[in-house]
């Protein structure tokens, strides 16, 4: 059973940055493709970024493109998100989870879900 405990989140400026965090236990990191997504009130939640098992390919949504980053430490099994020029609308709980196989832009193809870490971007 993996686990994800999502942190880094918190209350910023519009323009800002933000690092968060996703340490991962009960597997083996090094084969998990992750994924981050986030999910504003009364809206569906969201796919922003993925990275695959190497690190070599990453996704993001076109509106994160050139804000976000995704990275990941296989020596502390942790995958971050780091983002810049946060906007209002990035304003979320933000989610990172596992991905065995699939769509890698698609909720329904990831197996485990961290608790999320609410971001809050103020204008």
């Known amino acids: 059973q993996v686990q994800l405990v999502e942190s880094g989140g918190g209350l910023v400026q519009a323009g800002g940055s933000l690092r968060l965090s996703c340490a991962a236990s009960g597997g083996t990191f090094n084969r998990c493709r992750m994924g981050w997504f986030r999910q504003a009130p009364g809206k569906e939640r969201e796919f922003v970024t993925a990275?695959?098992?190497?690190?070599?390919?990453?996704y993001y949504a076109d509106f994160v493109k050139g804000r976000f980053t995704i990275s990941r430490d296989n020596a502390k099994n942790t995958v971050y998100l780091q983002m810049h020029s946060l906007k209002p609308e990035d304003t979320a709980v933000y989610y990172c989870a596992v991905s065995a196989s699939g769509d890698m832009s698609k909720t329904e193809d990831y197996n485990y879900w961290g608790q999320g870490t609410q971001v809050t971007v103020s204008s």
């Open positions: 990275m695959n098992r190497s690190g070599g390919g990453t």
